[in-house]
């Protein structure tokens, strides 16, 4: 699930925390937002791009589709794709932008994922993982679905940025709870991430079975310098998001013996 701009953050719980996270309550605001702003369009999503590279013919999942901007431009470059996500707010509005062909099914990623083993060459989330206390449970699954040699392409809040909002700062090293009100409209709506350091994620990553391939903190797309020319520079200058290639282990070739 994408983001959009962020304001400072808390470690205190938000005022409405049993709402927190509830992308119901704003889907079209949140969808129209970061459908072509700098953050998403011309940053996060054109990274996830060139990172899942040529994907003609891939099945890949999208895990945390949202409203599908990223899964319509899989799409559009021949992949075959399948969402997931926990809104039915965004998952009613992915339905409006990819019809019937992309399959849809809404789970928290935090549940059992309902396909095969090895269903899919690549998974990708995006600004999902941060979502999550432990992503070992959720790894662990998208592993699962992976065929051997397949992909997770991830990104996440980068931990030094999630650091250095934060009031008071935490303890660097530790897994830690951040609050945000993103405003829509006029109307508050309080947001919880959880910020994990470097050396945590790649651990997770490989407690999971996954072999780490690309660690990238990439700049944004320069068609971004005319259109929006203090936050380009802004970007061009600050870590905002991390992204990783993970890959699942090829199967181990077949032995035998001759006689």
């Known amino acids: 699930m994408e983001r959009v701009t962020d304001v400072p953050a808390s470690l205190a719980p938000p005022a409405d925390a049993a709402r927190a996270n509830d992308y119901d309550r704003f889907a079209e605001a949140y969808a129209a937002e970061t459908e072509s702003n700098l953050v998403n369009a011309y940053y996060a999503r054109p990274a996830m791009l060139e990172l899942a590279g040529d994907v003609s013919g891939r099945r890949i999942l999208d ?9 319509a431009a899989l799409r559009d470059r021949g992949a075959l ?4 996500d926990a809104s039915a707010g965004m998952l009613a509005l992915a339905r409006q932008r990819l019809g019937d062909e992309v399959p849809l099914h809404r789970l928290d990623l935090g549940e059992p994922l309902p396909f095969a083993d090895g269903a899919f060459d690549d998974v990708v989330a995006s600004l999902v993982l941060h979502y999550l206390e ?7 699954e998208m592993r699962r679905v992976l065929r051997p040699g397949g992909r997770l392409i991830a990104s996440v809040d980068h931990p030094v940025v999630a650091y250095t909002l934060q009031d008071p700062r935490p303890d660097y090293f530790a897994t830690t709870s951040y609050t945000f ?3 829509f409209d006029g109307q508050r ?14 651990t997770a990553f490989t ?11 990439p700049g944004p797309d320069p068609a971004a310098r005319d259109l929006f020319p203090d936050g380009f520079r802004d970007l061009s200058t600050k870590p905002c998001f991390l ?9 181990a070739p077949e032995t035998g013996t001759t006689g």
């Open 63 to 71: 895990a945390g589709c949202g409203a599908g901007p990223l899964s």
């Open 81 to 84: 794709v399948t969402g997931v």
């Open 134 to 140: 432990d992503w070992g449970p959720t790894l662990a």
């Open 181 to 183: 009100d993103w405003v």
């Open 189 to 202: 709506v309080p947001m919880r991430f959880w910020r994990k350091p470097l050396h945590a994620m790649i």
């Open 207 to 217: 407690t999971a079975g996954f072999r780490l391939s690309v660690v990238s903190e």
């Open 243 to 251: 992204f990783f290639v993970v890959e699942a282990p090829p199967s």
